[in-house]
C-alpha cells in the first residue's frame, strides 16, 4: 500500500489556489497603486504621448507612466523567450520562469537608474557633494525619497535568485544590491551630476534589495541537482 500519494492530493488544489490568487492579488495591488498615481501620472501623460522629453522622460512621473506602459510589452518579451526556449527544448515552466525573471530584472531597473542618473540644477558646474556619514542623510531623504531608494535595486534583488542559482542567498543579494548602489554613486560623482554621493543612498538600496529578495524566496533557483548528488559523492579532500 502506497502510503505517500493520499498526502500529496489535498496538496494540489491549495497550490492551485495558491496559483490563481497570488496573480488576483497583484493585479488588485497594482491598481490600487494606479489609483493613487493616477493624478500625477496623467500630468505628464500629453507629453509623453508627444514624444517630447522635457516634461516626460526627464521627470519622475513621465518616466514612471512610461514604465507602466511598456509593461505589456515587457511581458510580450517574456513570452516570446520563453516561446523560444521551449523550441529548443527547454521545460515550460522553467523557460517562463527564466524569461520572466531576465526581463523583470531589466525593465524593473533600468527606469530607476535612469531617474537615479539625472542632472540636478547645475550639471557640471557645481562642485561634487560626498556624503560618507552613515545614516546622516536618512532624515533629509523623507518617506518618498526612502521608498524610491528602496525600490531602484528591488526587482534585482527580486528576480536575480529566481533566474541564477548562485545568488540564491540573502547575503550575495545584499552585495549585488550594495555593489550595483556604489558604481551609480560613482558614476554620479564622476559625472558631476549634481546630485549628492550618499553612503545612505548604498544602504537603502542595497536593502530594498535584500527586502525584495526575501519576497521572492519560494521562487528562487536552488542548485542543481546534478552538481550537488556529484558533491555528496566526491566531497573535497
Not at 526581463?103 to 557640471?124: D, S
Not at 533629509?140 to 531608494?149: C, Y
Not at 550595483?180 to 548604498?202: F, G, I, K, N
Request: proline share 7%.
Amino acid at each position: 500500500m502506497n502510503h505517500d500519494a493520499s498526502p500529496s492530493a489535498p496538496a494540489r488544489p491549495a497550490r492551485r489556489v495558491r496559483g490563481i490568487l497570488l496573480p488576483c492579488l497583484a493585479v488588485l495591488g497594482l491598481a490600487c497603486v494606479l489609483f493613487v498615481l493616477r493624478g500625477p501620472l496623467m500630468m505628464s501623460a500629453p507629453r509623453c504621448m508627444a514624444g517630447r522629453w522635457h516634461g516626460c522622460y526627464d521627470t519622475f512621473n513621465g518616466v514612471v507612466l512610461m514604465t507602466l506602459v511598456t509593461l505589456p510589452l515587457a511581458v510580450l518579451a517574456a513570452w516570446g523567450l520563453a516561446r523560444v526556449r521551449r523550441a529548443v527544448g527547454g521545460a515550460g515552466g522553467s523557460a517562463w520562469r527564466t524569461s520572466l525573471a531576465e526581463v523583470g530584472m531589466v525593465h524593473g531597473t533600468v527606469p530607476f537608474l535612469w531617474l537615479t542618473m539625472m542632472p540636478g540644477a547645475a550639471p557640471g558646474t557645481a562642485p561634487a557633494r560626498v556624503s560618507l556619514v552613515p545614516l546622516r542623510d536618512l532624515a533629509t531623504m523623507g518617506s518618498l525619497g526612502i521608498i524610491g531608494n528602496l525600490l531602484v535595486f528591488a526587482a534585482l534583488g527580486f528576480f536575480a535568485p529566481v533566474r541564477f542559482a548562485a545568488m540564491a542567498s540573502l547575503p550575495r543579494i545584499l552585495a549585488l544590491g550594495a555593489g550595483c548602489s556604489v558604481l551609480v554613486e560613482s558614476a554620479q560623482y564622476v559625472l558631476r551630476l549634481d546630485r549628492v554621493t550618499s553612503v545612505d543612498d548604498v544602504l537603502v538600496n542595497a536593502a530594498g534589495a535584500a527586502l525584495a529578495g526575501l519576497a521572492s524566496r519560494r521562487w528562487w533557483r536552488a542548485p542543481s541537482r546534478t552538481s550537488a548528488h556529484t558533491s555528496a559523492i566526491c566531497p573535497a579532500a
